[in-house]
């Protein structure tokens, strides 16, 4: 599948998530390094592709964001590298967003491959900033249920 086709599907996910929702790509011959490996700055474009999908998908512009003075940052980020990806691997990259209580939440993303091999798992810690203030919003999951049209695609169901 190429990334015009990219497909949204529902996969495992971690406790107290919404389910996962995915994208698919095609690792592109000018993402690889010297060993033919997908760059390592890669996963991170293809982790922020899917949450950008993700938002899009519950109803959540980033034209509105900006209107309304807030836009997702993230604080911490972890890559675990399973296995190598190379030009022409098919992947799927998931997104669960997992709420705690707070200023910030975590954002639990797989890179898989169409055979279920593992790729690599990338964890964040993220928050939504105030654009005027630049300062965290003490409750996202209030601001994201707000500018969502399906808020259960982020795991925001009525309290």
Known sequence: MTDAAAAETAGATPEGAAEAFSVALT???YETDTQGHLNQSVYLQYAEHARWSL???SGIRQSTMVDRRVGPVTVETTIRYRRELRAGDEVEVS???VWGEGKTFRIEQTVRRTDGTVAAEVSAVCGLLDLTERKLLKDPRAAFRELAEDPSLL????D
């Open 27 to 29: 690792v592109r011959g």
């Open 55 to 57: 938002l899009q998908a």
């Open 95 to 97: 997104c669960a967003f």
């Open 155 to 158: 795991g925001l169901t009525e």
